[in-house]
């Protein structure tokens, strides 16, 4: 068989292959093709293609330049190189093909709407808008152009330009892939969650299997407050892809918020087993932590929370976990300096100065111990726990006006708590016991 005649064969059956989308075995049929004939430039454009089909974008990249030095005035293939540069970050060359592109093709729009896109992407915006106008010039109902556009004013921070954008995107063409996403995702970032959701929905409608998006949805949905939705959410991803580790780690959370450790533990220990020990989810170690504080194992709740500390030493909220742990286990010294690195982070955390009091008490420091307490009461005037506490502690000082003021503030703060209650009988029977113990003392007792 002549050689000439093999190839145009082989190129024929690449095409069967590809309109079969038997990628990898259409582009073994054109390369045997190339190997006869390598100077046909349409065969390596064909070839970038399929490089491209098989997610190969650096060696499409090769065979759409192998294409161009043979025929460098095919526009079509310049578009696909640039396109090719830039979906592999190739941002500054991509540009290069694109303006070149434009220089010799003065009114073919795609040079202009690609080169939005990657001045964008290069931080060049007012490029990027420049670039938006000539292309609205040529073509003013490419919604390529007013995606790209978006993007480069969500960067910017200009959101509300940014979603009128996208959504004259959803007029021009309402089934483009994304663009319900990045609406979502600027709603969101306006603070506006409900708006937020529901493209995100619409987005979920278009593409239902991807557990991506549908992660994003379900952490809006618990932004949102609403946990039952929200676990749903991760129980359905779990069902379409059973190893996720992101969406049983949230779920953990959930359980663990919800006051249920022992799940939230399963949850935590699955992950960890997933991700062969290595989870590298943020927060890992501190909600294990939580979770084995929560069911009393303090020692190994401890080395998760030291862990914690470790990779994150600036979170106020891991450091006052820690310290909670240290107080459970009967260490007050330990967790006192845990609250005190806390208060240095925030030191208008009222829960960690309460707890810093509670140790500073525990080791026999009443009128330090006091300070804290009146201070995490200035910080938030209506804790109940931190005025029963100061309450008790100017009671032990004998401080009875200053108790009694503390402990009125106290239950009127929460009322409806019995254990406040039970409190505010304790301290007056603590009282009276008190001034009785003085009388015995002093011998003063009246005789019946």
């Known amino acids: 068989m002549n050689d000439w005649l093999e190839a145009e064969q082989r190129v024929e059956r690449a095409q069967q292959f590809s309109e079969a989308q038997r990628w990898a075995e259409a582009l073994a049929e054109l390369e045997v093709a190339l190997s006869i004939n390598p100077n046909n430039a349409l065969w390596h454009a064909q070839r970038g293609y399929l490089l491209e089909e ?113 959504e004259h995107v959803l007029e021009l063409e309402p089934d483009y892939v994304g663009v319900n996403r990045r609406i979502a995702h600027a709603y969101h970032a306006k603070g506006c969650l409900e708006q937020a959701r529901e493209f995100f929905l619409r987005e979920v409608r278009d593409d239902p299997g991807n557990t991506d998006l549908l992660f994003e949805l379900a952490e809006l949905t618990l932004e949102m407050g609403h946990a039952a939705t929200a676990a749903a959410k991760f129980e359905q991803i779990l069902e379409l892809d059973p190893r996720h580790p992101e969406s049983r780690f949230a779920l953990g959370k959930i359980h663990l918020r919800q006051g249920r450790p022992d799940q939230a533990l399963a949850c935590f220990e699955a992950v960890d087993l997933l991700t062969e020990r290595d989870p590298a989810l943020p927060e890992f170690d501190w909600r294990m932590g939580q979770a084995l504080f929560q069911l009393g194992r303090f020692a190994e709740s401890r080395a998760r929370l030291e862990a914690a500390a ?129 009388i015995f003392r002093r011998g003063a007792l009246p005789t019946i």
Request: net charge neutral; aromatic share 10%; charged share 25%.
């Open 54 to 166: 098989l997610d190969r974008s650096g060696d499409a990249v090769e065979a759409y330049s192998a294409s161009l030095e043979l025929e460098p005035a095919d526009g079509d293939v310049a578009l696909a190189l640039g396109v090719a540069l830039a979906r592999l970050g190739r941002f500054a060359q991509s540009l290069e093909v694109f303006d070149a592109l434009a220089k010799r093709y003065p009114d073919f729009e795609p040079a202009y709407c690609n080169r939005i896109h990657v001045n964008a992407e290069l931080g060049r915006h007012d490029q990027a808008e420049e670039m938006f106008y000539l292309a609205q010039e040529l073509d003013d109902a490419c919604p390529h152009c007013f995606y790209h556009m978006g993007a480069s004013l969500a960067a910017r921070e200009q959101l509300d330009r940014a979603i009128y954008c996208w």
């Open 310 to 438: 470790a990779k994150d030493p600036d979170n106020r909220r891991i450091l006052r976990s820690l310290a909670d742990c240290h107080l459970a286990s009967g260490r007050p010294a330990e967790a006192a300096d845990g609250y005190r690195k806390a208060l240095a982070i925030e030191g208008r955390d009222p829960i960690s100065r309460h707890r810093l009091g509670i140790c500073l008490a525990k080791l026999n420091r009443p009128a330090v111990a006091l300070e804290h307490f009146l201070e995490a009461v200035r910080i938030q005037p209506d804790f109940a726990a931190a005025l029963a506490s100061a309450a008790r502690t100017h009671a032990q000082l004998g401080q009875w006006r200053a108790a009694r003021r503390m402990l009125r503030r106290a239950v009127l703060s929460n009322p409806g708590d019995a254990a406040m209650r039970r409190f505010h009988d304790h301290f007056w029977r603590f009282r009276m016991g008190y001034y009785l113990r003085r």
